[in-house]
């Protein structure tokens, strides 16, 4: 379940209602898809193929939906873990502020990380909020949002990603 800090000030922010409320004022989309139907081997480790396709086949319902309401045509599954080849160059794309030119969508199935979401407007505007995502939760970051984001200690994260299109997925520097 994820957790928020903002900076500037000490404030924490863990329980489902309060998340759900504080990232929807935020304009960001939080769900909890929950851990039940994850495959309880996924490990610290690249996934084969036929892991990925499990992953993705008991999500199909929430992914069709997604495509069907958002317009999304591609789903797959991304692994980072320590020895992935380059992880530091790329990480380092990703951990300054960024826009996509696509909604940054994301299910993360195993490992933990941070999005750090820069509000341009409402009653966040200004702050950066610090969203900690653990395995369970759901995060749709609109297209144009401003943010970077951080691997946890562990340096390990698996996540489901949606996309309009996956050839226009580079991050835009602001
Ligand atoms: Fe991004």
């Given at each position: 379940?994820?957790?928020?800090?903002?900076?500037?000030?000490?404030?924490?922010?863990?329980?489902?209602?309060?998340?759900?409320?504080?990232?929807?004022?935020?304009?960001?989309?939080?769900?909890?898809w929950?851990t039940?139907?994850?495959?309880?081997?996924?490990?610290?480790?690249?996934?084969?193929?036929?892991e990925?396709?499990?992953?993705?086949?008991?999500?199909?319902?929430?992914?069709?939906?997604?495509?069907?309401?958002?317009?999304y045509?591609?789903?797959?599954?991304?692994?980072?873990?320590?020895?992935?080849?380059?992880?530091?160059?790329?990480l380092?794309?990703?951990?300054?502020?960024?826009?996509?030119?696509?909604?940054?969508?994301?299910?993360?199935?195993?490992?933990?990380?941070?999005?750090?979401?820069?509000?341009?407007?409402?009653?966040?505007?200004?702050?950066?909020?610090?969203?900690?995502?653990?395995?369970?939760?759901?995060?749709?970051?609109?297209?144009?949002?401003?943010?970077?984001?951080?691997?946890?200690?562990?340096?390990?994260?698996?996540?489901?990603?949606?996309?309009?299109?996956?050839?226009?997925?580079?991050?835009?520097?602001?």
């Amino acid at each position: 379940m994820a957790i928020l800090t903002f900076s500037g000030n000490e404030r924490t922010v863990q329980d489902r209602e309060g998340v759900q409320r504080t990232l929807h004022e935020a304009g960001i989309v939080f769900e909890v898809w929950g851990t039940n139907r994850l495959p309880r081997s996924l490990s610290a480790r690249n996934l084969s193929e036929a892991e990925k396709q499990a992953v993705l086949a008991e999500f199909a319902g929430e992914i069709a939906l997604l495509n069907r309401t958002r317009g999304y045509t591609t789903a797959d599954v991304v692994t980072l873990y320590p020895d992935t080849p380059d992880l530091d160059a790329l990480l380092a794309k990703f951990d300054r502020r960024h826009t996509h030119s696509d909604d940054e969508v994301r299910f993360i199935a195993q490992g933990s990380g941070t999005f750090h979401l820069c509000p341009t407007t409402g009653p966040h505007a200004g702050q950066v909020i610090r969203a900690e995502v653990h395995p369970g939760d759901f995060l749709l970051i609109p297209k144009g949002y401003p943010h970077w984001f951080t691997l946890g200690p562990a340096r390990q994260i698996t996540a489901v990603r949606l996309f309009t299109d996956p050839a226009g997925w580079v991050a835009h520097y602001a």
